[in-house]
């Protein structure tokens, strides 16, 4: 486990006074968190400001998105390196495409729900109730808010010890970079005779340094799906991968049922 090196938090606001208890948390361990991080913090309230969620927080205080906005750089920077070290001949559009699956919703969500973050997260009253601990958009923010208290904590080493040992396994040798979710999505409602997938924003929320956007997408005789991210673009990708996840599986069970009929 890492020890802290004690890095300046000047601009990031650390669990203010008044801040709401955990009333749906009556078990709530730091030291437990700081195990499976491997990180013991020598500033406690930054781990338990990027547990906050902005639901929480009292009044001038928006929980963890101003770590959330840290920490999503902080990843992005340590995954980017992690890539060109792990495939150094790889063209850049390639290493790009690999980079935006690994910092996307769906796989910050996975790795949150790998180290049970959903149990230490702090929540309004009645929201855990209501599924906010396994909503993966919040999981998701939550990871990249506890990836930028231990860099503010401990520095770069440690935040890249962390995301490298959560991550290592979904940077595979030898695979092929993945297509982006939009345009396989549109590829297989073409390749069906089917018009192009739609898109429409539902929700746009959040301060201007970190809005969340909601999106649909919709193909004809499909149910639609949705996606949030920080841009629209990103949302997009988002819906376009629930929605991609949603027609293979109709695909595999048109495809089994044929099997069964011959």
Not at 151 to 166: H, K, T
Request: net charge positive; aromatic share 4%.
């Amino acid at each position: 486990m890492t020890a802290s090196s004690g890095r300046s938090t000047e601009g990031v606001t650390a669990h203010p006074k008044g801040a709401k208890p955990r009333p749906e948390n009556p078990s709530f361990d730091l030291h437990a968190l700081e195990e499976r991080l491997g990180h013991r913090f020598a500033r406690a309230e930054l781990l338990t400001q990027a547990l906050l969620h902005a639901s929480a927080a009292t009044r001038g205080d928006r929980g963890n998105e101003r770590l959330e906005f840290l920490g999503d750089r902080v990843l992005g920077l340590i995954v980017a390196e992690a890539l060109l070290v792990r495939f150094p001949g790889e063209r850049e559009g390639a290493v790009a495409r690999r980079h935006a699956s690994l910092v996307s919703q769906p796989v910050l969500a996975h790795v949150a729900e790998a180290i049970g973050l959903g149990e230490f997260l702090t929540f309004a009253k009645g929201d855990r109730d209501a599924g906010a601990a396994t909503n993966p958009a919040i999981l998701a923010d939550a990871i990249e808010a506890v990836i930028a208290a231990i860099y503010l904590d401990g520095g770069l080493e440690p935040a890249r010890g962390f995301v490298l040992g959560q991550w290592e396994a979904l940077i595979v040798e030898g695979s092929a970079p993945p297509s982006d979710p939009k345009t396989a999505l549109q590829e297989w409602a073409l390749a069906r005779g089917l018009a192009l997938p739609a898109y429409r924003v539902v929700k746009s929320e959040g301060p201007a340094h970190s809005p969340r956007f909601e999106v649909t997408v919709a193909i004809e005789g499909i149910a639609p799906a949705a996606g949030e991210g920080r841009s629209k673009r990103a949302a997009e990708k988002v819906a376009a991968t629930v929605l991609l996840g949603a027609v293979q599986t109709l695909d595999s069970g048109a495809k089994r049922r044929r099997k069964r009929r011959g």
